[in-house]
């Protein structure tokens, strides 16, 4: 009998020691760029502006060259919170176009989800921080176990001092969590390249007089030194043994035109190329096979799901979004939507109030269809009348197809209604 007993201690201390080594959950770092067009990096080729940091982790890990996100910072922020479109999560815009209440009903709203990413992880035991952008909402309230956004406000108070004022609150948190052997989170979303562009001048040296306009030189400068930082951040995981069970995940909050800045219409808050695509990657060494995929669509909402699955938490059925490293399923899916809104919110109870478009990128064919709001006030472009492109030839949207393809605009336009038809 004691030998019996023996025996089974003997086996339930090795199934408790094969656990132990197989449930080693890993740490996760989610990059935001603010304000970053989608042709500025080396790897995308550009020969403007230089990445080198980005160019290394991005050719370590699984890349889309072919992703979306939103046209402004907010929404895209609320989506990578949330795992949801804006028109469900409501967060459609920047600011309430009406100021009564302050930001309480943006902060409410967004707190009302299903998901929020950062409290769905501190409920299975991660460790969380948050840094830089981090809009209508604390760093508490929306379920980070620490941050440096302590008041409620537009872009993210305090935090927006990382990164350009170096990243020791990251490394101090990372100490912490090391410390207590828990596996974190960090949400490394700093305000750059955004304006103000103000570059070291050992970076915008580098530039001068050899960009479009000497706002573009400023921009790329601004571009180098948000790559520094990355490269900073994975010298640091390198460092301190930490890469290889560290999952990075990349893109930006929404586009940018370099030449033009605040004036391309066709970029930040618009639906167009220059302001909603961006590159994305997940990097996990020795987990995921590098791989640079030109085709496939990826979006912002595949961002909340694939961190979910990585960090061993359940996904909810209700997240429309894939799993960015099952790439069975990504690649099935041949379609991808989106909106954009004006920059103010109309109505919160009613996100079509402020539809500008909405999008459907099926393969290489993208459609935009009017929405009931004008963008005059948007310092942005939106389509008066439905316009297709074929963006394998024409990238940047310069020759509207609607009236040659009237089939494929009424295929896509029915599938936009299957998706969401606004009120």
């Not at 309230?141 to 609150?169: C, Q, S, W, Y």
């Not at 099952?326 to 109309?346: C, G, L, M, Q, V």
Request: glycine share 10%; with cysteine; hydrophobic share 40%.
């Amino acid at each position: 009998m004691k030998l019996l007993l023996l025996l089974l201690s003997i086996v339930a201390f090795g199934s408790s020691c094969w656990a132990a080594e197989n449930s080693v959950r890993p740490n996760v770092i989610l990059i935001v760029s603010d304000d970053q067009g989608f042709p500025d990096y080396g790897f995308m080729g550009s020969k403007n502006v230089r990445t080198p940091c980005l160019d290394t982790m991005a050719a370590g890990g699984v890349l889309y060259t072919r992703g979306y996100a939103l046209p402004v910072c907010s929404p895209s922020l609320a989506s990578l919170l949330t795992g949801q479109y804006p028109h469900v999560h409501g967060i459609t815009g920047n600011d309430l176009a009406t100021k009564a209440g302050g930001r309480a009903p943006l902060t409410e709203r967004l707190l009302s989800n299903a998901l929020i990413l950062p409290k769905a992880l501190g409920e299975a035991g991660y460790l969380t921080f948050q840094t830089g952008k981090l809009w209508n909402t604390t760093c508490k309230e929306v379920g980070f176990t620490d941050g440096m956004t302590k008041a409620t406000g537009r872009h993210g108070g305090d935090g927006l001092k990382i990164g350009r004022e170096g990243l020791k609150p990251i490394y101090e948190f990372i100490e912490g969590a090391r410390g207590k052997e828990k596996p974190f989170f960090v949400w490394y979303a700093p305000m750059m390249p955004h304006e103000p562009h103000t570059p070291p001048e050992r970076l915008l040296a580098k530039y001068r007089g050899k960009g479009p306009t000497p706002l573009a030189e400023k921009y790329y400068a601004m571009v180098e030194w948000f790559d520094e930082t990355c490269g900073e951040l994975d010298d640091y995981l390198t460092k301190n043994h930490l890469s290889e069970n560290t999952v990075i995940l990349y893109l930006a909050d929404n586009g940018w035109d370099a030449a033009r800045g605040n004036d391309g219409l066709r970029s930040k808050r618009s639906p167009y190329e220059l302001g909603v695509r961006t590159p994305m990657f997940v990097r996990w060494p020795g987990k995921v096979q590098a791989l640079r995929d030109d085709e496939t669509l990826a979006s912002i909402i595949d961002f909340a799901p694939t961190i979910l699955k990585v960090c061993g938490v359940p996904v909810p059925a209700s997240l429309p979004g894939i799993d960015l490293l099952d790439r069975p399923a990504i690649t099935a899916r041949k379609s991808i939507y989106f909106e954009s809104f004006t920059h103010d919110i109309a109505n919160l109870a009613r996100p079509a109030t402020s539809l500008t478009a909405r999008v459907v990128i099926d393969g290489w064919t993208k459609l935009l269809l009017p929405g009931a709001a004008s963008a005059a006030k948007n310092r942005a472009d939106a389509p008066l009348k439905p316009e297709l492109f074929d963006l394998k030839a024409d990238p940047l949207e310069t020759t509207n197809l609607a009236e040659s393809k009237a089939g494929d605009v009424g295929r896509l336009s029915q599938a936009l209604d299957t998706w969401w038809k606004p009120e």
